[in-house]
Nanobody, 122 residues
Framework: QVQLVESGGGLAQTGGSLRLSCAVS????????MGWFRQAPGKEREFVSA???????YYADSVKGRFTISRDNAKNTMYLQMNNLKPEDTAVYYC????????????????WGQGTPVTVSS
């Protein structure tokens, strides 16, 4: 059974940066499409970014140009570098892994981390 553990969340000021990490264990990391989703208070979970097995990357329009996703297959770890943070980025960020082909859809992911909170102050 795959396990995902996020880290790196916390408090940042507007315009600041944070780097999220997602450590994966239990299965062959390179088999997965990996994604980041987030859920703000009172809102539904939404897609943030994803990286597939080939290294193709996908971003929500709201984070394009500010966030960068990457994966280190040797370390079984995925990252999300978040720059120029805005108050609307405040949410719990979830790491996900799956075998689906539609990387921007939550239905492509069968495993989820526990989430790491990100708070951006204005």
């Amino acid at each position: 059974q795959v396990q995902l553990v996020e880290s790196g969340g916390g408090l940042a000021q507007t315009g600041g940066s944070l780097r999220l990490s997602c450590a994966v264990s239990g299965r062959i990391f390179t088999s997965y499409v990996m994604g980041w989703f987030r859920q703000a208070p009172g809102k539904e979970r939404e897609f943030v970014s994803a990286i597939n097995r080939s290294g193709d990357v996908y971003y929500a329009d709201s984070v394009k140009g500010r966030f960068t996703i990457s994966r280190d297959n040797a370390k079984n770890t995925m990252y999300l570098q978040m720059n120029n943070l805005k108050p609307e980025d405040t949410a719990v960020y979830y790491c996900s892994a799956g075998y689906g082909t539609r990387a921007t859809y939550s239905s492509s992911y069968g495993s989820w981390g526990q989430g790491t909170p990100v708070t951006v102050s204005s």
